[in-house]
């Protein structure tokens, strides 16, 4: 069965900086294009970052210059720097392989950017 555990988040005033990371189990990990997720408080989740098993590297435009994907498939981990934080950026982060999507969404990590 397949497993996604993210973690990492937290308050943080904005202009800081987070890490998240992504442990994912029951899937063949490094064939997989992996994505990070969001979804904030009456929104849609949304794509925010992607990157393929060759190390190919997708960032939607809400924060591209600010957020860096890597993926580690020694340890079927997947990570998301997220630096220069904003309010805006205030979400639920999930990840998830990328088209298709697991079934199984993990619970998620909260980021909160306020002051």
């Known amino acids: 069965q397949v497993q996604l555990v993210e973690s990492g988040g937290g308050l943080v005033q904005p202009g800081g900086s987070l890490r998240l990371s992504c442990a994912a189990s029951?899937?063949?990990?490094?064939?997989?294009?992996m994505g990070w997720y969001r979804q904030a408080p009456g929104k849609q989740r949304e794509l925010v970052a992607t990157?393929?098993?060759?190390?190919?590297?997708y960032y939607a435009s809400f924060v591209k210059g600010r957020f860096t994907i890597a993926r580690d498939n020694a340890k079927n981990t997947v990570y998301l720097q997220m630096n220069n934080l904003r309010p805006e950026d205030t979400a639920v982060y999930y990840c998830?392989?990328?088209?298709?999507?697991?079934?199984?969404w993990g619970q998620g990590t909260q980021v909160t950017v306020s002051s």
């Open positions: 998830n392989t990328y088209l298709p999507t697991q079934g199984n």
């Open positions: 029951g899937i063949i990990f490094s064939i997989y294009t």
């Open positions: 990157i393929t098993n060759g190390g190919g590297k």
